[in-house]
């Protein structure tokens, strides 16, 4: 599969807990997008990579971080987790920094 | 501040009937719409994008900056239409997408 992928695609962990999503992008693509998805806030914006510089962020909270690789792969960490990080997190990559986003299947994370 | 409202959370149609999903925007300066769907069990895909002017799978949308929406239409609904419809803004700023609340079409035999 060319496209976007993502591991895993559930977690399920506790609250304090600290989990590491994963996510690669399309071949060839430089920036990877990292977006929450929950039932009351909707699809949300956290943050953006561009050649592994951090090139936006949006409503990314502290406790939540992350960084993109030489080999262009991404991993968002969450950290101190609590009820409400219960989402589904999508990544995304684009081939520069304004083209068209390409969605990678999303990880679905349960804190309980 | 940038704001995308889809005030439907459902709508429910016939096959054969037209179907409008409605998407309103805020934004200043010159906006970058988009539509995306999602399927069943599928990752969410750009549908149509309002600067290419295209009609995919038979749907289309205008932009009215007139009135800030970009509404999605289509002349016939098939029951494979079925899916989230989220209509997205670019912040050209930034080129993060503002995604709106999705609606969800389902279409019926």
Not at chain 1, 61 to 81: K, T
Not at chain 1, 82 to 110: H, I, K, M, N, W
């Amino acid at each position: 599969d060319s496209g976007v992928t993502q591991t895993p695609k559930h977690l399920i962990t506790a609250t304090g807990q600290r989990v590491t999503l994963r996510c690669s992008p399309r071949s060839g693509d430089l920036s990877v997008y990292w977006y929450q998805q929950s039932l009351d806030q909707g699809l949300q914006f956290l943050i953006q990579y561009y050649n592994g510089e951090e090139r936006a962020k949006g409503n990314i909270l502290e406790r939540f971080s992350a960084q993109q690789f030489p080999d262009l792969h991404s991993e968002l960490n969450l950290s101190s987790l609590e009820l409400g990080d219960s989402a589904l997190y999508f990544c995304a990559s684009s081939v520069g920094t304004g083209g068209e986003q390409f969605f990678g299947p999303g990880t679905r994370l349960t804190v309980l | 501040a940038q704001r995308v409202t889809q005030p439907e959370k459902l709508l429910s149609v016939f096959k054969g009937a037209p179907v409008e999903l409605k998407c309103n925007y805020s934004y200043s300066g010159s906006p970058e719409l988009f539509w995306y769907v999602q399927y069943s069990r599928q990752r969410l895909q750009l549908l149509l994008r309002h600067i290419s002017r295209e009609s995919i799978k038979g749907f289309t949308a205008d932009l009215n900056k007139g009135e800030t929406s970009f509404h999605l239409k289509k002349p016939f609904a098939q029951e494979e239409d079925s899916a989230m419809y989220y209509c997205a803004l670019k912040d050209t700023g930034f080129q993060k997408l503002v995604f709106g609340t999705g609606t969800r079409l389902l279409v019926s035999p």
